[in-house]
């Protein structure tokens, strides 16, 4: 049986966590197209998407297209209207891995998202449509996929795209020296086995037929194979390949900061910390991007409204609260995208510490947390705290037997004193001669943090527990959660439309935690392997029942996006699954 398909649809995506984000709006890391991926962000950030239309049980702000129109255009800044083929972007500073292959943050991938491209891209609703791939023939009973690339398209620098390209990146996936966050072994590539672990020097499973034509045999499938194998991004062999040897990747690193890509806009200038400019790739093969200049310029919670009031920035992810809504309205000239958040904000423990490798301690801490002050004091009506890492926007969101850890601080000190915790003579718990400290790291200027360490501080303290925060940039956080070096810290995940990710299956890509547990192993497992979305939903209902019990991690809020966006800037398409980036290239600035 053979099918044809000019367009994916009817795949229903995974909400995986791969990109990290910290802040008010994440966790990262991704938007992503990376396999088996989601995204960390800054809390406080947007690490997902917002959406394009929502309903009012969806809209806080009571506006059943998630959009509050601007009101007056003509207090449109003399500064912004002067600019006629340039859009700021504002948000958080990306790490600087422009490179699908390897970036864990959702602010590397919005560089990426609008340099790079791949077969398939998602749409608003959370299914997949074509965008490299001309079509798609799947056969032998689903193990034989046949990839046709688009005739024509070029890299930015003029050189063709073949389908080399893409086998190119599936070895650099499955090099042995392989450590970003991405694990394509899922996609169970005939052959990949050997050439990941043994001698072999190419993917057997793999044929490329002609320049435009890749098939690629699988041993088995799921209901996630499409999806790994046509997010593969295309990465030129002549530019990312040159120095490239089996086991090591230190050449195609070394290419972080300057990327080559086929996608509508070429990186031209970054400044660390500051800004990412952009110019239009006028051969891009959907149309040349209606905007010619864009720039990514780094802002803050602090800084971020100011920016765009005064016309220096386009666009922002602000934090959702009443007053800040109010404010975007009183600017006149400004549209107020408030829309679901596909994505949670939580608080990660290093589960490697003998500190917090009991369960008891870990519920302890959830219960001992109010966490319900906490997000009503950022977000008022427009976040909920959650007891599952799952966002309620998702087909596989489920409440049914979850325990929603209200605030107890007496069933919290019960649950220390049971995990062997006692209380000292100075009023620190202690367990055989270790007190119990946790040193905290949470996001300077972020208003989450902000209503987050004093509660926690003091919640902690009736429990006998000794908190000692710090605060670093987002990317300093990522930086020490990947090393491992941290007892606690705080961000959030980004997630694709389908529960499948790595985050909390043992020794997976994502798994900053160091977080095992067989049963969820074998759930995540079966999810994926079933076909059928009624079944899987059960499947998953069960893998986030154990989830709650065990608490992984301190699961924080789901909250609702909010994106300021100038009245001047039109065409966006947006939802919870599709981040702006996505639909940069169809953007225009009305004069």
């Not at 074509?130 to 024509?152: F, M, P």
């Not at 194998?229 to 390949?241: H, Q, V």
Request: hydrophobic share 35%; glycine share 8%.
């Amino acid at each position: 049986m053979t099918k044809k398909w000019s367009v994916l649809v009817g795949l229903v995506l995974a909400t995986s966590m791969v990109l990290s984000a910290c802040g008010g709006g994440n966790n990262n890391a991704a938007s992503s197209n990376a396999p088996a991926s989601a995204n960390a962000s800054n809390a406080g950030e947007s690490a997902s998407t917002e959406a394009s239309a929502s309903t009012d049980a969806n809209d806080p702000a009571g506006n059943a297209n998630g959009v509050i129109k601007a009101s007056d255009m003509s207090l449109l800044p003399a500064s912004a209207a002067a600019r006629k083929d340039t859009l700021i972007v504002g948000m958080t500073a990306p790490q600087g891995i422009f490179n699908p292959l390897f970036s864990s943050t959702v602010y590397d991938n919005y560089v990426n998202d609008v340099i790079f491209d791949y077969f398939i891209t998602v749409k608003a609703d959370g299914t997949y449509e074509n965008s490299l791939a001309d079509s798609v023939e799947i056969t032998n009973d689903n193990k034989t996929y046949t990839y046709h690339l688009k005739q024509g398209v070029k890299y930015t620098d003029g050189t063709p795209v073949t389908v080399k390209d893409y086998y190119f990146a599936l070895k650099v996936y499955l090099d042995p020296k392989y450590d970003g966050e991405s694990d394509l072994t899922l996609a169970k590539i005939v052959g990949s086995d050997e050439y990941k672990n043994g001698s072999a020097t190419e993917i057997s499973g793999v044929k490329i037929i002609d320049d435009n034509t890749i098939q690629i045999d699988v041993s088995d499938y799921d209901a996630m194979t499409q999806v790994y194998l046509g997010t593969i991004p295309f990465i030129s062999e002549a530019y990312y390949g040159k120095g490239f040897k089996k086991g090591s990747l230190d050449s195609i690193k070394a290419l972080n900061t300057k990327p080559l890509g086929s996608g509508p806009y070429v990186l031209s200038s970054y400044k660390a910390g500051q800004e990412v400019d952009f110019t239009a790739n006028d051969s891009y093969f959907k149309g040349a991007p209606k905007v010619k200049n864009m720039i990514y310029r780094t802002t803050t919670d602090g800084t971020n409204l100011s920016l765009i009031q005064s016309g220096e920035t386009d666009m922002d992810n602000i934090t959702v609260t009443e007053d800040n809504v109010e404010e975007l309205k009183a600017m006149g000239f400004v549209d107020v995208n408030i829309l679901p958040n596909n994505g949670y904000g939580y608080i990660g423990m290093n589960l490697k510490e003998k500190k917090f490798a009991d369960q008891k301690v870990r519920q302890a801490l959830t219960y001992g947390l109010n966490r319900k002050d906490i997000v009503e004091g950022v977000y008022g009506s427009y976040a909920n705290v959650i007891d599952i890492p799952e966002s309620k926007v998702s087909w596989a969101y489920t409440d049914e037997g979850i325990n929603h850890y209200d605030f107890d601080t007496e069933k919290a000190k019960q649950l220390l004193d049971e995990a062997g915790w006692k209380v000292g003579s100075d009023g620190i718990r202690e367990k055989d001669g270790e007190k119990f400290v946790i040193n905290f790291s949470a996001t300077a200027d972020n208003p989450v943090v902000d209503a987050l360490l004093p509660i926690m501080t003091q919640n902690y303290k009736d429990l006998g527990i000794d908190l000692k925060a710090e605060t670093l940039d987002f990317n300093a956080i990522m930086e020490k959660a990947d090393k491992g070096d941290y007892d606690m810290y705080f961000a959030a995940w980004g997630l694709t439309p389908d529960p499948d990710n790595t985050v909390y299956i043992t020794n997976g890509a994502q798994n900053r935690f160091g977080y095992s547990n067989a049963t969820v192993d074998k759930l995540m497992a079966e999810g994926r392997k079933e076909l059928d979305t009624e079944k899987r939903k059960e499947i998953y209902k069960q893998m986030y029942q154990e989830l709650n019990k065990d608490v992984p991690a301190i699961f924080m809020y789901q909250r609702t996006n909010m994106y300021g966006i100038s009245g001047r800037v039109t065409g966006f398409d947006l939802s919870p699954y599709k981040d702006f980036d996505l639909s940069l290239y169809q953007v225009q600035l009305q004069q």
